[in-house]
Every structure is written in structure tokens, then in C-alpha cells.
């Protein structure tokens, strides 16, 4: 079975410029989060969609927005971009809401965005 | 103020020797710590989770231990290995109402030198 896939793998964007990222979960997950890891950090939480609906969002400006389909794919979108946006986008799936007792999230591989 | 902090920040270890991460934690309410390895490049990958009745879990060598009155952690890795060269990093997940919020600490850079 495959894995979580992001795509694209690598991205290369200018300031002002808009970007989507997209994310398709492990078959028959349906909780999808969004992370951004800048260079020799920790993950910082974005978004946390369950069943199509957000259910966390984490503390980034409204410049960041994501959805969520329903075959449970997800896109992160990135307006206005800035040169600190600049970092590994990753995605992860579980089965159930994120963070609930024995729930293992799943992360995808990411996606490198570099804003220049 | 809901935190994960998380030391040594980086550490330099032996292949074959054995080390210890911390994890201290403010985050209320509490549901359950899990520990993740993240190989650069590549994102993470669970090691264990533990919720609060839970002193200890072990996944291959490496052993988590959490007390929860203190609010403390550990990751300790035995017989360390060239592969176990990676960040780890402590998550602490807390209940939110009907959403659940995960607090990711920065991490520990583990470098396993032959």
C-alpha cells in the first residue's frame, strides 16, 4: 500500500507569488494535518482536517488556508508568499482525529519550498 | 502556556553507546507524549506513544518512560547505531474540546559517529 504522497517534491517561488501543495493520505485515513519544519527545527503545526472539516489550525496567518476533498486528499495554499515561508511543508494522516490516545499519524515525505 | 522542551539540544554519542534524551512539558489538559524520529530529509516516524497510566514503552532499543506527575520524559536508546543518526522529537498531545492539539517540542540532534 502506498504511503502518504505530497507532491510537488521541490518548489521554487518567488515573493508575492501564490503556491499549492497538495497531500493524498494513506487509503481509508481520514484526518489529514499540515506541518511547516524550517531548517533545524521542529514541525509547527498548520491545519488539522477531519471528515472535511477543519479541526485545528495552528498559529499562522490567514495568508495560509487549506481544504480538504472527499476522497480525503488535502491542498495547502500559500498566498503572498514571503521570503520566511521558506521551509519542508509535510503532510500527515491517521485514521481517526490526530492526537487521540494510540493514534499514530503518518507522515508524508514533504514538500521543499524555497521563496525567493 | 502549553510547551515541549526538549534537551540536550543536540548530542554526539559513540556507535555501541547508549544515550538519553529529555522531554519536560507544560501542556494541559493531557492526553499522551509520543516520541518521533525524523531522518534529515525525510519526515517522522513514531517510536511510542504513552498516555498517562503508562511508566514505559519500549519499540526494538529504544525505551520511552514518562511520569506524569513531574511531567517528564525520557527516549533512551540502547546499543546505539550509525542509522539512529536523526532528530527526535517529543510530541505532547492535549484534549481540546472536540479537537485534539499537538504540541511538538524542537527536537534533539543525535549524531552516532563510528
Known amino acids: 500500500d502506498a504511503g502518504v504522497t505530497q507532491s510537488p517534491t521541490h518548489l521554487i517561488k518567488t515573493r508575492g507569488q501564490h503556491v499549492t501543495l497538495r497531500c493524498s493520505p494513506i487509503?481509508?485515513?481520514?484526518?489529514v494535518s499540515w506541518y511547516q519544519q524550517v531548517l533545524g527545527q521542529g514541525p509547527q503545526f498548520i491545519f488539522q482536517?477531519?471528515?472535511?472539516?477543519?479541526?485545528g489550525r495552528g498559529n499562522f496567518p490567514d495568508r495560509f488556508s487549506a481544504r480538504q476533498f472527499p476522497n480525503y486528499s488535502s491542498e495547502l495554499n500559500v498566498n503572498a508568499l514571503l521570503l520566511g515561508d521558506s521551509a519542508l511543508y509535510l503532510c500527515?494522516?491517521?485514521?481517526?482525529?490526530?492526537?487521540?490516545?494510540?493514534?499514530?499519524?503518518?507522515f508524508g515525505p514533504g514538500t521543499r519550498l524555497l521563496v525567493l | 502556556k502549553n510547551q515541549v522542551e526538549q534537551s540536550p539540544q543536540s548530542l554526539i554519542i559513540l556507535e555501541g553507546k547508549n544515550c538519553t534524551l529529555q522531554?519536560?512539558?507544560?501542556?494541559?489538559?493531557?492526553?499522551?507524549l509520543r516520541w518521533y524520529k525524523q531522518d534529515t530529509g525525510r519526515g517522522p516516524v513514531s517510536l511510542t506513544i504513552?498516555?498517562?497510566s503508562e511508566n514505559t514503552k519500549s519499540n526494538g532499543r529504544y525505551t520511552a518512560t514518562l511520569d506524569a506527575d513531574t511531567k517528564q520524559s525520557s527516549l533512551h536508546i540502547t546499543a546505539s547505531q550509525l542509522s539512529d543518526s536523526a532528530s527526535y522529537i517529543c510530541?505532547?498531545?492535549?484534549?481540546?474540546?472536540?479537537?485534539?492539539?499537538?504540541?511538538w517540542g524542537l527536537g534533539t540532534s543525535l549524531a552516532v559517529n563510528p
Open positions: 500527515a494522516s491517521s485514521n481517526r482525529l490526530a492526537g487521540g490516545k494510540l493514534e499514530t499519524q503518518y
Open positions: 487509503s481509508g485515513h481520514k484526518s
Open positions: 482536517y477531519y471528515e472535511k472539516e477543519e479541526r
Open positions: 522531554c519536560n512539558y507544560t501542556v494541559s489538559p493531557f492526553s499522551n
Open positions: 504513552m498516555t498517562f
Open positions: 510530541v505532547v498531545s492535549a484534549n481540546a474540546g472536540n479537537n485534539r492539539k499537538l504540541i
